[in-house]
């Protein structure tokens, strides 16, 4: 069987493309088809593959960065904005069928992206997974010095070798300009403050991060923004809200990481929390590298909160199944969203106390 691949963006302002993409993945998930989904919003460095095999496919500019953009192995099946009309007509023609079998008996090795959402079309839910490279002959994008202005663990030293003779003294180290604190408001420190003695209980002794030196947070100071800048952090918490999110083979884990290690790692992040329903449009990899107080917050809540409402579960409280109204089935109930069976709860004791007020949503 050969490869399915959907070159996509999750931060296209337009309208159409939108519905273009989500049309394309409704199509492949009602076929059960297993399909390889690569985000160019978060994997800038994955543009020029597509933009490659575009052009094998002898696209024209500036139609090479169309998207969506469906290939089948190397072969173009779908591009553009005009996606949806193209799938319909394949599917009423019964082409993509025969595209389909034809698919399954190609023996063709294509590109493997080096990270993408993988949709296993088995009903389970989209996950994470690494590549083993990102296209013959293609660069990785070089992260240049200026992209974050202070950095604690540069894998390089600077020296400065001015002096009149390589005899008299060795070169001397360059003294970095000191770090100056971050702005944190008095809300931002109160959220932070939550939010750490939170991470601490759920992540308070995991040995890998205790070994890294990155457990336990300090509410009152910047280790919080500090110590979550290499990913590993919040990759451990997707996994705590949404378990197996991240195959955490593929997390680089260790005490001194390079830039590029760094950037793989929030790319990492992003991926998962987008793929657990957080909304990623407004943070961008940079940010969390820097250790952006606002990003970093929401980042969190976002991830927390879901992870939370996950729990808001008759496998967590079996208790919650006397919310069950008189004509309803356990399993209609429990297909409602998470936050719709906290409201039920909420609104159920407001009755048993007496208050018939009922709430229809709940603002977070």
Not at 205 to 226: C, R, V, W
């Amino acid at each position: 069987m050969g490869r399915i691949t959907l070159y996509s963006s999750s931060q296209t302002p337009v309208r159409k493309v939108i519905d273009s993409i989500n049309w394309v993945k409704q199509i492949l998930d009602s076929k059960k088809l297993a399909y390889m989904e690569i985000d160019l919003s978060m994997m800038i460095e994955q543009q020029p593959v597509m933009k490659r095999l575009a052009e094998k496919n002898k696209l024209e500019l500036p139609r090479r960065t169309d998207i969506p953009q469906l290939y089948f192995n190397e072969k173009i099946i779908i591009h553009g904005p005009g996606a949806i009309d193209r799938m319909d007509q394949l599917i009423n023609s019964k082409e993509l069928d025969k595209l389909l079998k034809e698919l399954q008996q190609d023996q063709t090795e294509p590109e493997i992206p080096k990270i993408g959402i993988w949709h296993p079309g088995n009903g389970k839910k989209p996950r994470i997974t690494w590549g083993d490279f990102t296209g013959e002959g293609e660069e990785e994008e070089d992260w240049e010095d200026g992209d974050w202005e202070y950095d604690d663990d540069d894998d390089e030293d600077e020296y400065d070798y001015e002096y009149e003779y390589e005899d008299e003294a060795p070169p001397k180290k360059k003294e970095k300009p000191p770090k100056p604190p971050r702005e944190i408001t008095e809300d931002e420190r109160e959220e932070t403050r939550l939010l750490v003695k939170y991470i601490n209980k759920v992540l308070g002794e995991d040995q890998y991060l205790i070994a890294l030196n990155k457990m336990p947070l300090n509410g009152d100071d910047e280790s919080l923004f500090d110590k979550t800048r290499d990913g590993v952090i919040y990759c451990k918490l997707i996994n705590r809200a949404v378990p197996d999110t991240v195959d955490e083979r593929v997390i680089t884990i260790k005490k001194k990481l390079s830039k590029e290690e760094k950037h793989d790692n929030i790319t990492l992040v992003l991926q998962s929390a987008k793929s657990i329903g957080c909304i990623v449009s407004g943070i961008s990899p940079p940010s969390l590298l820097e250790g952006k107080v606002s990003t970093v917050l929401m980042l969190l809540w976002q991830i927390i909160r879901i992870g939370l409402l996950e729990r808001v579960s008759i496998k967590y409280h079996p208790e919650l199944v006397r919310l069950v109204n008189k004509n309803e089935q356990v399993h209609n109930f429990m297909n409602l969203a998470p936050d719709l069976r906290l409201l039920r709860w909420f609104n159920t004791l407001l009755a048993a106390a007496g208050l018939y007020k009922t709430y229809i949503h709940i603002h977070t």
